[in-house]
């Protein structure tokens, strides 16, 4: 049997296990804990399972009918790819792949690629396979941009995982994915995966509690965001308490390329708990126009809200190289109360030469009695840091403190932007280099060595030329 005819076969066999999962799925008979699916499970394919074919580990939407040409409306193989998926959930655990070729699919219906909503009860497990970052085109087109989303996960599905494709944004404002959550919707994976496009949010969290263990890894956030890539505190919805949502926590990012226009990148009214490690961060451009939010700044790590409960208030980066290309650009403004924020062995300092530099602000806190407490270690700054105050700062803990840090623009009697207090008390200095007097001419070369074979070098005098300052000796220094 040739090639195509067995994939023709194989596409009418999944395609019928598709309309038989759909009208289940419409008719609320979808799986729940303690109830496997009426479908059987197995390989799909001629001349296996007598009469009745089965369900494949596998679905390849390009066997639902996707053409991937950039062009076709490829919505309806990828809402069949789910539908099958989540009929295979068994005792709450999926058993599904969705594999997704080389191409460049079109989905104009929202929540095609992931629709986790009642009747469907809890499940563990679905994987999202590309070929490769930029091989696999996921092109989202609805007809409106706001309030519209690739996918949805209404506290149904927790251990997602997404893996080597990209996602492109082809409707101003539309957005990737929402998360909503009172303890279910958890632990999401994305793995070398793009982000591209103009879009209102990457992901959004919203609930009550958990939307939590979440980790990127090698993947790039491009395009612009005129909220935030990772915005968690979407509303509040079934609070009793303004700060429910504060169990939201636990967010990894490394080795990312973070390359994108405008927007901010994480943004948390409420949660935290977040780790960035290794990467590129850079702001390309500025926003288009001015938001009573925002203004024209663009921020990599915005934490609005002062008070949460204990242990969400804590933000690390390290080994991240940032570049501030204008002024608008914030790399963290931080307003919380309490916590902690830590920045080791990090450089910001990659367009230290243009003429604006010396005047940037792109670190900010307000800090109170309670911190938070903020350190950074090894660290090549630019600019100026900025702290505001709450109550007298002469009242006011240590809470911060910089280690052995170069000092890009300023020395330490001007690096500090503070309310009031010219060199404030709460905030100390170890072992820093001052770089304010560098300039990045290269260095000149060195003198040139006397020839041999003119003749014998001439003696140093023991008394320097008129004119000329001695250097002081070793044991001069102390």
Request: glycine share 10%; net charge negative.
């Amino acid at each position: 049997m040739s090639r195509v005819s067995r994939r023709q076969l194989l596409r009418g066999g999944v395609s019928v296990l598709a309309a038989t999962a759909l009208t289940a799925h419409n008719a609320s008979a979808a799986v729940g804990p303690e109830r496997g699916p009426d479908v059987p499970h197995g390989p799909v394919g001629p001349g296996r399972g007598g009469s009745k074919a089965r369900l494949p580990l596998v679905i390849n939407v390009a066997d639902l009918g996707a053409v991937g040409d950039g062009r076709t409306d490829d919505s309806t193989a990828f809402e069949i790819a789910y539908s099958l998926a989540a009929s295979r959930v068994s005792r709450g655990v999926g058993r599904t792949v969705i594999e997704i070729p080389a191409g460049e699919f079109l989905i104009t219906r929202p929540h095609a690629l992931l629709n986790g909503v009642a009747p469907l009860q809890a499940a563990n497990g679905l994987r999202v396979c590309g070929a490769g970052k930029r091989m696999t085109t996921l092109v989202f087109r609805p007809a409106n941009g706001p309030g519209s989303y690739l996918c949805r996960n209404e506290d149904i599905w927790s251990n997602l995982s997404f893996e080597r494709m990209q996602f492109r944004s082809a409707t101003p404002g539309a957005s990737f994915f929402s998360s909503y959550s009172t303890g279910q919707a958890q632990d999401y994976r994305f793995s070398e995966c793009e982000w591209m496009g103009e879009w209102e949010y990457g992901l959004v969290l919203d609930g009550t509690d958990t939307n939590s263990e979440m980790r990127w890894e090698a993947c790039r956030v491009g395009g612009s965001y005129r909220r935030a890539f990772l915005y968690s505190g979407l509303s509040r919805r079934r609070q009793g308490d303004p700060n429910d949502q504060d169990q939201f926590l636990n967010y990894w990012f490394t080795d990312m390329k973070v390359e994108y226009e405008w927007g901010n990148f994480l943004e948390f009214p409420y949660g935290g708990s977040i780790t960035c490690r290794g990467g590129s961060y850079i702001i390309t451009g500025t926003r288009p126009r001015s938001t009573e939010e925002y203004g024209t700044t663009s921020t990599f790590f915005r934490f609005p809200v002062a008070q949460h409960h204990d242990s969400v208030q804590r933000f690390h980066a390290e080994d991240i190289r940032f570049e501030v290309r204008n002024p608008d650009v914030r790399i963290i403004d931080c307003t919380w109360k309490s916590g902690t924020v830590h920045f080791s062995d990090c450089d910001d300092t990659g367009i230290a030469f243009k003429d604006f530099s010396g005047d940037v602000v792109p670190h900010r806190y307000t800090v109170g009695p309670r911190g938070p407490l903020i350190r950074y270690d090894s660290c090549q700054l630019v600019g100026r840091h900025e702290y505001r105050t709450e109550g007298p700062p002469d009242a006011l803990p240590s809470v911060a403190r910089y280690d052995m840090c170069l000092l890009r623009s300023h020395p330490v009697s001007e690096f500090l932007v503070t309310e009031g207090v010219e060199r404030p008390d709460f905030v100390s200095f170890v072992d820093c280099l001052d770089g304010s007097g560098q300039d990045d001419a290269p260095a000149p070369a060195p003198p040139r060595a006397p020839d041999s074979t003119i003749g014998p070098a001439p003696q140093a005098s023991a008394t320097p030329p008129a004119g000329r300052p001695v250097a002081p000796s070793p044991a001069q220094v102390r």
